[in-house]
């Protein structure tokens, strides 16, 4: 069991399995105003949770790539993307509020006007060193990346 399993175990106990290991797993984080985690801040929280130096190099085997509202993080065999919008995170606050026995996590949902997500991927290779179709190459290419978010046509624009 990994360190992020552990954790939402302990925080959430028996309640919290986890029953496709190739899912992401997510935190949401509520917050009053709207915040993107930048290239600068991650980078810098990467180099002291994980102990590992980032570098500017395009063969570097941890980076941050941030184009729009798109933030990857590649560090060892984790890969993490940043999600943040700036609204709440879900429609009709008062009605999801509502569903809350504690009435402080009642005020944390009715004041939150932003949120940020942490989506957490990690990269496994199966025996035969060929990945699984749903999983992502145990070597993401930055410049691979860029030309993909490039391509996608999706809408990077931040909020």
Not at 5 to 34: A, C, H, N, Y
Not at 63 to 92: C, M, W
């Amino acid at each position: 069991m990994g360190f992020l399993s552990r954790l939402l175990m302990r925080l959430f106990g028996p309640k919290f399995e986890r029953t496709d290991s190739s899912m992401p797993i997510s935190m949401v984080l509520l917050l009053r105003q709207p915040h993107a985690f930048n290239e600068a801040e991650l980078t810098e929280a990467a180099k002291r949770a994980w102990s590992t130096t980032f570098d500017r190099s395009e063969n570097s085997k941890s980076f941050v790539i941030e184009k729009g509202s798109v933030t990857i993080l590649k560090v060892g065999n984790f890969v993490l993307h940043f999600p943040a919008q700036g609204r709440p995170y879900l429609d009709d606050p008062e009605e999801v509020a509502s569903g809350f026995a504690r009435e402080n996590l009642q005020d944390a949902w009715l004041q939150h006007r932003a949120w940020v997500s942490i989506d957490c991927l990690k990269l496994r290779r199966r025996r035969t060193g060929i990945l699984r179709d749903s999983q992502v190459s145990h070597r993401i290419d930055r410049q691979q990346l860029r030309r993909d978010l490039d391509s996608s046509g999706a809408d990077v624009s931040r909020e």
